[in-house]
């Protein structure tokens, strides 16, 4: 899981010792189930079972892989269209190539972050190139959806390609812990990503041992998901491994740690940490499009079908077949 790493952990920025007064306790911890997404590639569906109301303003969040894929293995996903929210891709290991009817995309490779605005609509697809098809390979990211508020539903499709390089780095006071934020604010240092709902989105890898408490904005709800190892989370020290989610409750800090002793493949406790304003709208979800109301999503589907939110560039090569995939 190389992500953005450092070789001197020490140069980096501080975060600011934690009073631990005001911590967020711990609501719940989940599993995720385990799926498969697009042309067959494995997913752990990691907000499955968790009530909307303690996601918003997220609505849904894949961890893809990890997975070591033999030659001509890699898959991707068909063309599919998207209203209503945007997904913020995030890759750890791997290379993902996407492209949009609008003529955006890009490719995105070990610590990038692809953040697609589908706003009004368009229509998308997510690959791998066709050398890494060829040649097989690790393949692991995660894939969040995050909602937009009624008034910027119908905002013009947009792309963000967020380089590795471009997260702030930072480092907890004895340097147990690698902070990537990514978009949002943690302790006054910005990450790059702008975004339509306020949010924090950040990936910290915790040594064997230590503890990772994180300042955090108290209007925002917070969620902690564990992408490799195991540890505990809150002042209660509650369990969590691979694959599982805490949810928490009201407080201005995040506390997890990492368990003195992991496992050879996976060395670190590496989470992703996020949360942001709620919205509190209602949310009519279906497929690929998340809405306020029925209606508008029958909308969605009516004009997808009708061919308005866009069509297929002429690529050699590209897939002709118009999906839908969730």
């Known amino acids: 899981m190389p992500a953005v790493t450092v070789s001197d952990i020490t140069v980096l920025p501080r975060i600011s010792p934690q009073d631990p007064a005001n911590e967020r306790p711990v609501k ?6 385990s799926g498969y997404e697009g042309e067959g590639f494995p997913v752990r569906r990691a907000f499955a079972g ?50 949009d009817s609008n003529g955006g995309g890009g490719v995105i490779s070990n610590g990038d972050t692809q953040w697609m605005t589908a706003g009004s609509g368009l229509l998308h697809i997510e690959t791998p190139p066709e050398h890494l098809v060829l040649s097989g390979g690790l393949f692991h990211g995660i894939q969040l959806w995050v909602n ?22 930072l480092s907890t006071q ?7 934020v990514i978009a949002g604010a943690v302790d006054g240092h910005d990450g790059p990503g702008s975004t339509h709902s306020p949010i924090t989105l950040v990936h910290a890898t915790v040594s064997p041992g230590a503890e990772l408490v994180l300042p955090w904005q108290p209007e925002y709800n917070a969620l902690v998901y564990v992408l490799a ?3 505990t989370v809150g002042a209660d020290r509650r369990p969590i491994r691979k694959g599982q ?25 590496d989470v992703l940490v996020l949360g942001g304003r709620p919205i509190r709208e209602p949310i009519a979800m279906a497929g690929p499009f998340v809405m306020n109301t029925r209606d508008e999503v029958v909308q969605a589907f009516e004009d997808f079908q009708a061919g308005k939110l866009g069509s297929i560039p002429a690529v050699h090569g590209a897939p002709t077949e118009l999906r839908s995939t969730d």
Request: net charge negative; charged share 20%.
């Open 50 to 99: 968790v009530d909307l109301r303690d996601l918003d303003p997220f609505i849904h969040m894949d961890q893809m892989g990890e997975v070591e894929y033999a030659p001509g293995e890699p898959k991707g996903t068909p063309w599919h269209p998207h209203r209503g929210f945007e997904t913020v891709t995030y890759m750890l290991d791997g290379i993902m190539e996407h492209q």
């Open 148 to 169: 937009l508020p009624k008034a910027l539903k119908w905002a013009p499709p947009r792309y963000q390609d967020i380089r590795g390089g471009d997260a702030a780095l």
């Open 229 to 231: 190892g195991q540890g």
């Open 174 to 180: 004895d340097g147990g812990a690698l902070i990537r």
């Open 245 to 269: 989610l805490a949810v928490f409750g009201p407080g201005d800090k995040i506390r997890t740690q990492a368990g003195t002793s992991q496992s050879q493949a996976e060395p670190n406790l």
């Open 28 to 33: 719940s911890v989940t599993s995720a189930p």
